[in-house]
């Protein structure tokens, strides 16, 4: 059990960071998490010394990058596909509406012991943005097979092609 002063200090939408950033920390090999997964984290975690019925909303929409602000803006998650998340990483797209907001928890605002996490994060963050940075092997053969038609409009190429059809 938490004391009183946890309790009334953890925002919500800081519990919800902590329950996705352990997942992820805890499962390295999993991309992202249902809302279910990340509830029952945040449950068995007890930041609050209890469960909070906010949590569930937090994690599926007030933290939610890339969903219209209702009213929560926190930029804390990013939805996959319908019903998983993971952790919002910078470069992400979100809604124009949450610029600015909330990503991370402050120090001061977590528990000492969840701090850590706050390191790991910047760490994940870093290196999965380096992933991200390698060329897309379909993008880059954007404009490729230019020469094919170099010289022509697309109407000559084409009927340079059809010559000789029936």
């Given at each position: 059990m938490?004391?009183?002063?946890t309790?009334r200090?953890?925002?919500?939408?800081?519990?919800?960071?902590?329950?996705?950033?352990?997942l992820?920390?805890?499962?390295p090999g999993?991309s992202?998490?249902?809302?279910?997964?990340?509830?029952?984290?945040?449950?068995r975690e007890?930041?609050a010394?209890?469960?909070?019925p906010?949590?569930?909303v937090?994690?599926?929409?007030h933290?939610v990058?890339?969903?219209?602000?209702n009213?929560?803006?926190?930029?804390?998650?990013?939805?996959?596909?319908?019903?998983?998340r993971r952790?919002?990483?910078?470069g992400?797209p979100?809604d124009?509406?949450r610029?600015?907001?909330?990503?991370?928890?402050?120090?001061?605002?977590i528990?000492p012991?969840?701090e850590?996490?706050?390191?790991?994060?910047?760490?994940w963050?870093?290196?999965e943005?380096?992933?991200?940075?390698?060329?897309?092997?379909?993008?880059?053969?954007?404009?490729s097979?230019?020469?094919?038609?170099?010289?022509?409009?697309?109407?000559?190429?084409?009927?340079?092609?059809r010559?000789?059809w029936?």
């Amino acid at each position: 059990m938490k004391d009183a002063a946890t309790a009334r200090i953890i925002k919500v939408a800081d519990e919800v960071w902590i329950a996705a950033a352990l997942l992820h920390r805890e499962n390295p090999g999993q991309s992202d998490f249902t809302i279910e997964e990340i509830v029952a984290r945040a449950s068995r975690e007890s930041l609050a010394g209890m469960e909070r019925p906010g949590v569930y909303v937090h994690v599926v929409q007030h933290c939610v990058a890339n969903r219209p602000p209702n009213p929560g803006r926190y930029r804390m998650l990013f939805e996959t596909r319908p019903g998983r998340r993971r952790l919002f990483r910078d470069g992400d797209p979100y809604d124009p509406s949450r610029e600015g907001s909330k990503i991370t928890p402050s120090s001061d605002e977590i528990p000492p012991h969840y701090e850590a996490l706050l390191k790991w994060y910047e760490d994940w963050s870093r290196d999965e943005k380096r992933e991200r940075s390698t060329p897309d092997p379909l993008l880059s053969l954007a404009g490729s097979g230019q020469e094919v038609w170099a010289g022509e409009t697309g109407d000559s190429y084409v009927k340079r092609l059809r010559e000789g059809w029936q």
